[in-house]
Structures are given as C-alpha cells and as structure tokens.
Nanobody
Framework: QVQLVESGGGLVQPGGSLRLSCAAD????????MGWYRQGSGQGQERELV?????????NYAAAVEGRFTLSRGSAKNTIYLQMNDLQPEDTALYYC???????????WGQGTQVTVSS
C-alpha cells in the first residue's frame, strides 16, 4: 500500500496564502494521476475535487478555485504541491491528497491536512 504524506495546512486570514505538499513513499512507479480533494465539516458535506493532474497530461480545477489555486509537480517523482492564494472562509476544509490509476485501478489517500481561513 502506497502512503501519501501531506503537509502545509494551517490557519490563515482571508486573502492569505498557503502551500500544501504531498509526497508518495514510493518511486517504483509513476502514479497516473495526483490531486487534491477537500471536505468541509458542515453536516452533509462530501469530499469534493479541488484539482487533479494526470501525469504528462491535463490539469483540471474545480470552478470554485480556478485562478486562485495552482497545482505543480515536484522534481521528485510522485510529489505535488498546491499553492492556494486569496483564501476565503469557504475554503476552510480538511484537504486530502489523492493518487490513482486509470479508472481507479488503484486509489490512495493521504491522512488529510486542515486548512482554516478565519479572521
């Protein structure tokens, strides 16, 4: 089982920035797609896609974060970053790193890192 290790969450004021990191504990193979999901703490809130990047292919952002969040790849294999700018209270959530294969032939999750946007 591949482990995804996240870091970089925290508390920030509205309009501020944070950078999340995610690294897989293996470089034996290249993970097909990596990205970030988030889940708010409100009742009934489900885990939703923030951004996903197919290795060597396209990157897709949720409409709510497009233009504010940027996913980038690290120099190490299976490492990604999420630069989050102009954060707003509605961005408050537990952010999960995800790595998957084609058609979710494999599907890995990080432990989650909390992002809180509040004045």
């Amino acid at each position: 089982q591949v482990q995804l290790v996240e870091s970089g969450g925290g508390l920030v004021q509205p309009g501020g920035s944070l950078r999340l990191s995610c690294a897989a504990d293996t470089d034996d193979f290249t993970i097909y797609a990596m990205g970030w999901y988030r889940q708010g703490s409100g009742q009934g809130q489900e885990r939703e896609l923030v951004v996903e990047s197919i290795t060597g292919g396209t990157t897709n952002y949720a409409a709510a974060v497009e233009g504010r969040f940027t996913l980038s790849r690290g120099s190490a294999k299976n490492t990604i970053y999420l630069q989050m700018n102009d954060l707003q209270p509605e961005d408050t959530a537990l952010y999960y790193c995800n790595g998957r294969g084609p058609f979710k032939s494999y599907n890995y999750w990080g432990q989650g890192t909390q992002v809180t946007v509040s004045s």
